[in-house]
């Protein structure tokens, strides 16, 4: 930019300011602004197209066209110039309006006789406010310098319209973030929740947009990009060298933030009037804009990493901490781009519901939240860019959606859900302490999945018999470290305790796949899902496998012991495992300690080859527990945590119940115990098929016994064998409509 565009653009922010800073109402001020810049820009034309809602722009204020038109010219996203400007968050530089693509003829604006049109969008940080466009009589083509210098000012009506400039009776504009927004994401732990906003990183807002002195306001932002080069240097420090995922990130911070082109966009900005603050926020609004269009995902990545250290470096300017000194609301519903799971685990159970813009099914923050059984809706997007601290917020995790200010129809129906459900919950907590037997008598068991000690008391509020699956993963995703023998079998003893005589099954080491350990060499695999995970890991690299069974051994103090391995594909993984838990017990007589009075040791049958094992296998194994979360994946192939299959396989396929079935034989004719532990297990209607082929223990969440148990109860298995057998006999894909119809009486 040339030095005499840029003291020229100055001036007119300096001009904006004033306009900003003055008593003058919306109206007023958005007049000002189209006058300002019509004459610094020596067009006959600058107009000013605002958001009325989510679709439709409002011309708001215009020097030049048809002042009549004002408030009432409107357009859809898309239509005519200005609409696609918007809707491509690009800009349109044209000398012949009328024949440019999506040109539409507005005869009350008296527009018709300029030719030249540039429109540019108004943005901030991704979210679309409007479009700012100059026109002419004179058929030509904005410059570079002039297109450059409108994005200048694009940039501070932005940040106006964020600061509730414009917001007014006349305008007929509200202010930003008041109205009801809803945002329609994945879901990734169920259950419903109402309350208020709490931000992870709360927002930087700025204030300061344009500066008069240039020079001084480069060398604030040197002196603020010399800290953060020094913050990523400390960080190196404290990341594991084994962090491949996190290394990569701080590269790539290092990278932007030595880099001399963002460094010199940013000086330009300044130079043309911005403040240090401003001119990040530019840069960053663009980055956004390129990340929505960014199909690779090592370039998402990167421009990721790239907002990422534009929020840390507006900190820094800004003086705004992560901590803003407000009080968390009342029931908060945690709001993030993405969250690690210590960071989760901080928070606890004082969430009510999660809402990320980013996460995934398997995520380390889904696993925990889940454990926490706190309502999760992932892939909410831009809900960090809508979302203020305080903001009532109904997060629905059944359906993956979430209503952020949400009127009052909206939350009386939600409230109205939230009292079905805990009217159902009373339901099942009159008949918690029964025992499930069915209408024709069987008797079955429903125990509970857990993964933290938090969840041992759900034992006696939910009416488990016990825990059916204890993860012990979360113990390991948390730290940064290994963790210790003694740290393991102190929270394993707590489990014991706490369980008080209920059988509690902990599951042996279950990472590798989507769940992998920081301190432990990540080995890059091109098909993790299938690769080294689990029981693999744990028979290859024995020593975590022997820590944690002598930590199970001790935390037992002599009392009953059940353990299983997860993921073993064949025998003899299981006889190796096995042979490992009989060395552990070895040493511990060895030692003198006491083991325990009675053990029994599992494998979890998760891949089909399991159940085609020698029968020898099932004559050995204590007892067998079908991991139908991953078995489901491999037998359909299909992936549980991509949304484009992962619902495509009912699970009362018939294929995959008859596989099932013949499992749930095998185990009966060696008598093995045999239990179920997906997620399925805690689906009511599901839970009744497992049943009647003879799947007898079903472990599920805590809130899913009330549910289930409440289903088996006025179920007559003989009816669900018989719907199934029907459903064989007419030769159809799936027995859900036969088991339901049974189930409705008909
Ligand atoms: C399963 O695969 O069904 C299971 C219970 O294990 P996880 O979900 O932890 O893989
Ligand atoms: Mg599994």
């Not at 973030?177 to 309350?195: I, K, L, N, S």
């Not at 706190?374 to 203020?388: G, H």
């Not at 199934?724 to 030769?731: D, F, L, P, R």
Request: hydrophobic share 40%.
């Amino acid at each position: 930019m040339s030095q005499r565009s840029g003291s020229n653009s100055r001036a007119l922010l300096g001009r904006l300011r004033d306009t900003m800073a003055s008593e003058a109402k919306g109206q007023e001020r958005l007049d000002t602004i189209t006058h300002l810049i019509a004459d610094s820009m020596g067009t006959e034309v600058c107009s000013i197209y605002l958001f009325r809602d989510t679709d439709t722009l409002e011309l708001c204020a215009t020097e030049g066209l048809n002042r009549d038109a004002v408030h009432q010219t409107r357009m859809k996203l898309g239509e005519g110039l200005v609409g696609r400007v918007a809707k491509s968050n690009k800009i349109v530089n044209t000398a012949d309006a009328p024949s440019a693509k999506g040109f539409r003829y507005m005869p009350e604006t008296g527009e018709e006789i300029y030719s030249s049109f540039l429109g540019i969008p108004i943005q901030r940080l991704g979210e679309k406010l409007g479009v700012l466009v100059v026109q002419s009589k004179l058929a030509r083509e904005f410059t570079s310098d002039e297109i450059y210098a409108l994005e200048v000012v694009a940039m501070v009506i932005a940040e106006m319209t964020e600061l509730g400039a414009f917001v007014g009776e006349e305008t007929g504009l509200k202010a930003l973030h008041q109205q009801a927004v809803m945002f329609r994401g994945a879901t990734a732990q169920e259950g419903a929740a109402q309350g208020n906003v709490w931000l992870h990183e709360p927002r930087v807002v700025v204030t300061n947009l344009v500066t008069e002195d240039p020079e001084a306001e480069k060398q604030r932002l040197r002196d603020c990009v010399e800290t953060l080069q020094a913050h990523i240097d400390t960080m190196f420090d404290t990341v594991q060298s084994g962090d491949k995922e996190q290394l990569e990130v701080l590269e790539a911070y290092k990278m932007f933030a030595n880099s001399r082109g963002w460094m010199r966009r940013m000086e330009t900005d300044i130079d043309s009037g911005l403040s240090a603050e401003a001119a990040v926020e530019k840069e960053q609004s663009t980055a956004r804009a390129r990340l929505e269009q960014a199909t690779d995902a090592y370039m998402r990545d990167r421009l990721h990493d790239l907002d990422d250290l534009s929020n840390r470096l507006l900190r820094i300017l800004t003086g705004q901490g992560k901590e803003t000194g407000a009080d968390m609301p009342a029931d908060p519903i945690l709001i993030a781009s993405n969250i690690g799971p210590a960071e989760l685990l901080d928070y606890g159970r004082s969430l009510k519901g999660i809402v990320l813009e980013e996460g995934s099914v398997g995520s380390h923050a889904t696993i925990v939240a889940r454990a926490l059984a706190i309502p999760l809706v992932i892939r909410a997007k831009n809900i960090t860019t809508e979302a203020l601290n305080g903001d009532r917020i109904l997060v629905d995790g059944d359906q993956g959606i979430v209503h952020l200010r949400p009127d009052e129809m909206v939350a009386s129906a939600f409230r109205d859900k939230i009292a079905m459900e805990a009217e159902a919950q009373e339901r099942y907590s009159a008949i918690r302490d029964d025992a499930t037997i069915t209408k024709d008598g069987t008797h079955l068991s429903l125990v509970m999945n857990a993964g933290l000690m938090a969840d041992l008391p759900s034992l006696n509020h939910s009416g488990a018999e016990g825990v059916g699956l204890f993860r012990t993963e979360l113990q390991f995703l948390v730290r940064s470290k290994m963790p210790q023998r003694s740290e393991l079998s102190s929270l394993y003893k707590r489990v014991m305790d706490a369980a008080d005589g209920k059988r509690v099954v902990f599951r042996t080491l279950d990472i590798g796949s989507d769940k992998v350990l920081s301190y432990l060499p990540h080995v890059e695999e091109p098909n993790p899902a299938l690769g080294w995970r689990a029981i693999r890991v744990g028979l290859d690299r024995p020593s975590v496998l022997r820590m944690q069974l002598q930590a199970l051994l001790r935390a037992a103090e002599g009392r009953p012991l059940s353990v299983m391995f997860p993921f073993v594909a064949q025998m003899n993984e299981f006889d190796q495992a096995r042979a490992e838990m009989d060395k552990a017990i070895e040493r511990e007589v060895r030692l003198g300690h006491p083991i325990p009075e009675s053990m029994e040791i599992g494998a979890m049958l998760e891949t089909p080859s399991l159940a085609f094992a020698p029968k020898r296998f099932y004559e050995t194994v204590d007892f067998v527990s079908i991991g139908g979360n991953d078995l489901k994946q491999f037998f359909f192939a299909a992936d549980r945590e991509n949304e484009l299959v992962r619902r495509r396989y009912d699970t009362l396929n018939l294929s995959f119940l008859s596989f099932l079935q013949q499992i749930s034989e095998r185990c009966a004719e060696t008598a093995t115990r045999l239990s179920f532990c997906g997620e399925d297990a805690g689906r009511p209607i599901e839970a009744t098929a497992f049943a009647a082929i003879g799947i007898k223990n079903l472990s599920m969440r805590p809130a899913s016994i009330g549910p289930v148990k409440h289903m088996l109860l006025r179920t007559n298995l003989n009816d669900i064998r018989d719907a199934i057998k029907q459903a064989h006999a007419e030769g159809v894909q799936s027995a859900r409509p036969y088991i339901l119809q049974s189930l409705s009486g008909k």
